[in-house]
């Protein structure tokens, strides 16, 4: 990035969690600092405060921001208004002339900042999930909410000739998936054929202990929503590209919830205790007793879906199955800890796994398989297998392996952060980055799919039907345009 284009003022909203201030964004706006970008970041909108030392002694890159540009602190307030936290954001924008806000809060407050920063055709860089909303778990009002706001969302965006709206997805830009991606695509060129059978699997694996339920944060369970909101996206985006890499004759899709077990469910179970009678004993605090409440407690942990392939004359090309479970294999080897307890840093240390088995088919022409299974914070290695038929040039059993396979790829999120807000400032970042950027347009299909998945999932808890189903239509133009949708 040049320092001859134009400065960026920067709002970053939930600037102290770990992702933002550790992970991703905060090094990626010192890494545009280091090469003369007039790059500043001038607000950070968080309940917690940026100047806290406590904070600040576990996070570096947020320390060294925060000396070099002294942001404002925005403290946005429990149960806030919308219309009072747009007006102190209008207020800060008249001083502070945003260029580019960041939003990398918890999902469940993101609409009110996109929908403020769009409307003021502030460019956007939103951290997945797109949209979420309180209690969509258990309630079906508030789950179709996420598509009515999303819609919105999309709408505002198209009204602002040459806004920029995009999301940091770092499977987009992982090479092992942008090598299967490439794959599917070839063959689906050269022989027209779609996807037609897919199992992805995906084991959370993290632990808690029942207190710890009520904890808040980012992708806590107090708000009624739970690991659908997490990491599914990036595996439901991943579907949904190879989808619409290799559509053929596919014109929509049927989901159907077979499967949903909620924090009570498991709590009920007794499956907590043996891990959690191992932990306790190592715990640096103790967390009061709580009851939790309804909400918490209907908060979906485990879940599976089949995606049914339709064509035009509603006739089945084939099924994708989605699973997602955190009661699987914990890596966690301590109890409470006292720093996450205080608040002082998002809560981390719950053993999180990234393991996961993605086996997906074109027909009798391809297969392909990535499976990891790591801890989180390793060094993450993905395995790719892949087989095509030998009459179209099939050599049996190819093995790809990449190691540090998050850090080592070619585009990492932290360059995506870097070249969004050099298209924000007048620049043209490389197009291998470019191409690496999940756009809002693009987004469509992905989040028809996670918004029909709270629906279905909210439906459960009131429906007798045991596997409810919704329809949902592919995009007319590859992502770009609305589809009709029917229930």
Request: glycine residues 8%; charged residues 20%.
């Amino acid at each position: 990035m040049s320092s001859a284009l134009r400065p960026i003022s920067i709002l970053l909203v939930g600037g102290c969690g770990h992702w933002a201030a550790a992970e991703n964004h905060l090094p990626a706006i010192l890494t545009l600092k280091k090469h003369g970008a007039a790059v500043r970041l001038a607000a950070i909108c968080d309940p917690r405060d940026p100047y806290d030392p406590a904070l600040l002694g576990h996070m570096p890159y947020l320390n060294s921001v925060v000396t070099e540009d002294r942001p404002a602190w925005i403290r946005p307030q429990p149960g806030e208004p919308t219309e009072q936290l747009e007006c102190r954001l209008q207020q800060a924008h008249r001083e502070h002339h945003f260029d580019v806000i960041i939003v990398a809060c918890d999902p469940v407050a993101h609409f009110p900042y996109l929908k403020w920063a769009t409307d003021q055709g502030i460019h956007v860089l939103c951290d997945k999930p797109i949209i979420c909303v309180e209690d969509a778990a258990w309630n079906p009002d508030r789950a179709a909410e996420i598509r009515r706001q999303f819609d919105a969302l999309l709408r505002a965006h198209r009204a602002q000739p040459g806004h920029l709206f995009a999301v940091p997805l770092r499977r987009r830009a992982n090479d092992a998936f942008v090598r299967a991606g490439q794959l599917i695509r070839d063959l689906h060129d050269t022989h027209q054929q779609p996807l037609t059978m897919g199992h992805i699997n995906v084991y959370g694996g993290h632990f808690r202990l029942p207190e710890e339920y009520a904890l808040g944060q980012a992708h806590g369970y107090t708000h009624g929503v739970g690991a659908l909101a997490f990491s599914s996206y990036h595996y439901l985006d991943e579907m949904t590209r190879y989808l619409l890499l290799a559509p053929g004759q596919i014109t929509g899709l049927r989901l159907t919830l077979q499967y949903v077990r909620r924090v009570g469910d498991h709590l009920a179970s007794g499956l907590n205790d043996a891990l959690g009678a191992l932990l306790r004993p190592l715990s640096e605090a103790e967390l009061p007793d709580v009851k939790l409440d309804d909400r918490t407690l209907l908060a979906e942990m485990d879940f599976a879906f089949t995606v049914e392939l339709l064509n035009a004359r509603q006739q089945s090309l084939g099924v994708l199955n989605y699973s997602f479970t955190s009661n699987s294999l914990s890596n966690r080897r301590v109890g409470v800890l006292a720093r996450d307890a205080e608040g002082s840093l998002a809560f981390r240390e719950k053993g999180r796994m990234s393991q996961y088995v993605m086996d997906l088919h074109q027909g009798n022409l391809q297969h392909l398989r990535l499976t990891k299974n790591d801890a989180v914070g390793e060094a993450y290695r993905i395995r790719l297998e892949h087989r095509r038929n030998p009459l179209i040039g099939g050599t049996g059993r190819q093995k790809t392996v990449y190691d540090n396979a998050h850090e080592a790829s070619a585009v990492t999120p932290q360059d995506i952060t870097a070249a969004f807000i050099t298209m924000a400032a007048g620049g043209t970042p490389t197009q291998d980055v470019v191409d690496k950027i999940a756009f809002l347009d693009g987004q469509l299909l992905t989040h028809r799919v996670f918004a029909a998945m709270y629906e279905l999932i909210a439906a459960h808890h009131h429906d007798t039907r045991p596997c409810p189903s919704v329809l949902i239509d592919m995009p007319v133009t590859g992502g770009t345009t609305a589809g009709k949708e029917a229930s």
